[in-house]
RNA sequence: GCACCCAUAGCUCAGCUGGAUAGAGCGUUGCCCUCCGAAGGCAAAGGCCGCACGUUCGAAUCGUGCUGGGUGCACCA
């Protein structure tokens, strides 16, 4: 249910007509032709660029084509107007039952309205959050995961099969430093003062690990060497650590699907054999880098590594998979981690990372290239940075102990949903304002309040003509005389409804969940300018007293733009609210 | 030094795999409450789309080179 796939089909039909007909050569690639929402609504309802596309290759004028495809799309029953125009622009006029049977189709389809199937059920799966299990979540974590759930959402709305992916990073060092610091606190929590050595963490939300170590271990790790108790306070406190981030994402409404751990892949031999894949593509070697240049570390010394040729693949530099001493560089796990993936059967990858990692995208697209053979892209989202503030003064977030501020501390503060939105509101390479106090305000230039105040005002006036006794289920309303839908500013929002379907592609196609963001403001926006009109002209009103035939016309639309409303509030992971207070 | 990201109205930002006269909100100015919710709406002013070349019927969008800002740059993850 695509008004604009619809079109672009009658549209390449016809071309296709004259091709018939010998008016246009055979052979043409209609691949370019769009058919999309003109510019300015003053040029018609929709638009189409196929005659400049085909003047070239044809070898005609655009004009000359473009009159042609008119002469024959008049003769479809939903074309009333089509002109050509500016370059060469095809702009048409629908017949407005176009419109009312789009919103029929809304109230039939319901939550399925703008469903799509362009991801045809490719499995893609999405990496996202990756935290390490050494803390709670912090705000630098939120970002990523609404925007990871979120594009999971939409991917599934869109016909994908979606796998939401932690992976866990319980291989390195910093797992061991969480387990000493957490023995300080079991050590604390028999009543011995605890050693908060410099480069062990600080925070208070080691002490319940602490409790628990007392509670599993008694007094028997007591004074004893980190050989007798590492590896077990180790994995210990990664699974306390792992709860407390599986609650935080819940609390964030993120469910993952599977999590995997990078500590599980070492002794498999699964690095072993990821490595041997590149090096069998002669992509694996004993080398020594160059120094970086410019900003040469002071302790650099030349050193033999194995390299995997990631420049056979675009990026700056080989990069080291082993290090000197002849251990797993964090690349290695991360390769096999890849590999592992691509071998579990996905036709596409997205990792979304913070953009810190930045320079880490070169070689992990180069390894998925390798080891997929080019088959599977590796789309990498960087996440920009989210700064905080408290009415416009920035919010001061030291490192220090314990002061960071955490997902928790957000969420409590202003709410998943407000939350999940506003950090849509900003694609995903630009850097995002997150203001306590304005993300709350309840005006238009918070954009959360303005969308969710046009559903209030739908539900709204849906109850008012329930107390009317005006039927009001989606049938009753689909079976309303809608015909009664006339006036440009309904048909207009109709128009604007009829662009959820495109708009869901759009965002599918480029990994974009901010654009459904954007694209609920504008429909709440008309929504509220039609809501308006009705203060100066009585018969706008979505509710007409003593009229229950044209309240049900009129309601109807209002009603399709909430069942539009609520699926995109659904994929950006927010709860519709039913009024305001 | 190199790589990646960003640069669009006074401010914060959209801009739909290259399309028409570049859009929205805030701010400024002027209107609109006997009216389904004014927590709002309408309208006006405001732009060398960072700069310069190039690609083509057509560039904010693609390419190259600059400028300015952010991030990251061997044995950390």
Not at 26 to 37: F, K, M, R, S
Not at 92 to 111: E, K, M, N, Q, S
Not at 176 to 187: F, M, N, P, T
Not at 430 to 436: G, I
Request: charged share 25%; with cysteine; proline share 5%.
């Amino acid at each position: 249910m695509n008004l604009f796939t619809e079109m672009r089909v009658l549209i390449l039909k016809e071309i296709d007509a004259l091709v018939a007909s010998g008016a246009l050569p055979t052979g043409l690639d209609y691949a370019a032709i769009t058919v999309e929402p003109p510019r300015d609504a003053g040029h018609g309802e929709m638009a189409t660029n196929a005659a400049m596309v085909l003047a070239k290759p044809a070898g005609q004028t655009p004009r000359a084509i473009a009159e042609a495809l008119v002469a024959r799309l008049l003769g479809d029953p939903r074309v009333v107007s089509a002109e050509v125009a500016g370059p060469g622009f095809l702009n048409l006029r629908l017949a407005p039952y176009i419109w009312r049977d789009l919103v029929r189709a809304v109230l039939t389809l319901g939550g399925d309205y703008g469903r799509s199937t362009i991801g045809a059920g490719s499995k893609v799966n999405i990496e996202f959050v990756s935290a390490n299990p050494t803390g709670p979540m912090h705000v630098g974590h939120v970002r990523g995961a609404v925007v990871g759930d979120a594009l999971a959402r939409l991917l599934a709305f869109a016909g994908w099969q979606v796998t939401r992916e932690y992976y866990i990073n319980d291989g390195g060092a910093q797992v061991d430093v969480l387990a000493r610091s957490a023995y300080e606190r079991y050590r604390e929590a028999h009543g011995l003062s605890p050693e908060i050595r410099e480069g062990l963490y600080p925070g208070d939300y080691l002490i319940p690990v602490g409790e628990a170590l007392k509670a599993k271990y008694g007094d028997t790790l007591l004074d004893k060497g980190e050989q007798y108790w590492l590896v077990e306070i180790r994995d210990f406190a990664t699974d306390m650590m792992m709860q407390m981030i599986r609650d935080d994402l819940a609390a964030l409404d993120v469910r993952m699907d599977v999590y995997s751990s990078e500590r599980a892949i070492y002794g498999t031999g699964r690095i072993e054999a990821a490595i041997q894949t590149l090096r069998d593509m002669d992509l694996i070697y004993e080398g020594t880098l160059e120094p970086p240049k410019g900003k040469e570390p002071e302790d650099w010394e030349p050193r033999v590594q194995t390299l995997f040729r990631s420049t056979a693949y675009g990026d700056d530099v080989d990069r080291p998979v082993q290090k000197s001493d002849g251990s797993w560089t964090y690349f290695a796990p991360d390769i096999a981690y890849h590999f592992d993936k691509v071998q579990r059967g996905f036709d596409q990858l997205i990792d979304i990372l913070g953009a810190d990692h930045g320079g880490y995208v070169k070689r992990m697209k180069a390894a998925v290239s390798a080891l997929s053979k080019g088959k599977v892209p590796l789309d990498i989202k960087l996440i920009q940075l989210v700064k905080l503030y408290k009415n416009g003064e920035p919010f001061k977030m030291s490192k220090r102990a314990g002061t960071f501020v955490t997902l928790r501390d957000v969420v409590d503060e202003v709410g998943a949903d407000v939350t999940r939105f506003i950090m849509l509101t900003r694609k995903n390479d630009v850097a995002l304002d997150f203001d306590f106090a304005k993300v709350l305000d309840q005006s238009k230039d918070n954009p959360v309040f303005y969308v969710q105040y046009a559903n209030a005002r739908i539900n709204s006036v849906l109850r008012r003509a329930r107390e009317a006794g005006v039927p009001c289920s989606d049938a009753d309303l689909a079976a309303a005389d809608l015909a009664r839908l006339d006036h440009p500013s309904e048909l207009g929002m109709a128009a604007k409804i009829a662009e959820w379907p495109r708009l869901v592609d759009i965002a599918a196609r480029g990994n974009e969940p901010h654009r459904v963001a954007f694209y609920l403001y504008e429909l709440a926006s008309d929504l509220h300018a039609h809501w308006n009109r009705g203060n100066d002209d009585p018969t706008l009103r979505f509710f007409q007293d003593g009229d229950p035939a044209t309240t049900a016309a009129k309601i109807a639309l209002a009603r399709a733009a909430g069942v539009v409303i609520s699926a995109g509030l659904g994929i950006l992971g927010v709860t519709p609210v039913e009024e305001m207070r």
